[in-house]
């Protein structure tokens, strides 16, 4: 199993930025990358961004420009520099971390979720 302790997210208004963290702990041999969805109210979780070991981040199109994820992965942590947020970015941030699957790890971890709120 693999635990997170996500913090960071909150209310500010539209312009302003957010910068989220998540510590992962447990089987963390397990994982292949990390990164972050959101899930707005009555929508689809989206993924925002993700950061393979060794690759190359990848963005949601509507968060290119503005947003930025990192790993730091001798702490086992991925973060989200937000900046520039609307109000279309309101939703629930959910870290994640894909892991190899098989019979030891999983295929995908999911952390508890942290609310973002934009105002306008």
């Known amino acids: 199993q693999v635990q997170f302790v996500e913090s960071g997210g909150g209310l500010v208004q539209t312009g302003n930025s957010l910068r989220l963290s998540c510590a992962a702990s447990?089987?963390?041999?397990?994982?292949?990358?990390m990164g972050w969805y959101r899930q707005a109210p009555g929508k689809e979780r989206e993924l925002v961004a993700m950061?393979?070991?060794?690759?190359?981040?990848r963005y949601a199109d509507s968060v290119k420009g503005r947003f930025t994820a990192s790993r730091d992965n001798a702490k086992n942590t991925v973060y989200l520099q937000m900046n520039s947020l609307k109000p279309e970015d309101t939703a629930v941030y959910y870290c994640?971390?894909?892991?190899?699957?098989?019979?030891?790890?999983?295929?995908?971890?999911w952390g508890q979720g942290t609310q973002v709120t934009v105002s306008s």
């Open positions: 950061i393979p070991t060794g690759g190359v981040t």
């Open positions: 994640n971390a894909e892991g190899f699957g098989g019979s030891w790890c999983e295929y995908d971890y």
């Open positions: 447990g089987d963390t041999i397990c994982i292949t990358a």
